[in-house]
């Protein structure tokens, strides 16, 4: 796996351009001279536990045989203060799973995730409590003419 890094502007804004050609911007806070152009470092780190969580999610409950519809997830957390480097101390994910999803299936498929498969959270979970919780949102079936 390989990142390249290309800075865009005179202060903190930077493209990050993976092996496929992906790319993503990155930036510092206003307090230090960034321009809010994109997310800071360490808001990526809860978009790859929401991206990896929620790929673990998906593919469980397909092996479950869950008619998931959608699935949408917020992910909050809170950093130590007045410390550098400042870390996670709590993380917590809300999941909202579209369907008629089983509550069991959805919890286990959850816990799996969170607690054993999410590379990012294994990660994250050593220096940060991470909790999560979900609702399931039934979608009404389709009306057929």
Known sequence: ???????????????????????????????????????????????????CSSIDVIHLLQKQRQDLRDIQLSVTAEREEGVVPSLFTTIHIHYKLFGPIDPKKAERAISLSVEKYCSVGKLLEKTADITWDFEIIPVEEEIQN
């Open 1 to 51: 796996m390989k990142i390249e890094f290309k800075r865009i502007n005179d202060a903190y804004l930077m493209e990050a351009v993976n092996e496929n050609g992906n790319t993503t911007l990155t930036d510092g806070s206003p307090d230090i001279g960034g321009s809010n152009l994109a997310m800071r470092p360490m808001q990526l780190m809860l978009v790859g536990l929401g991206s």
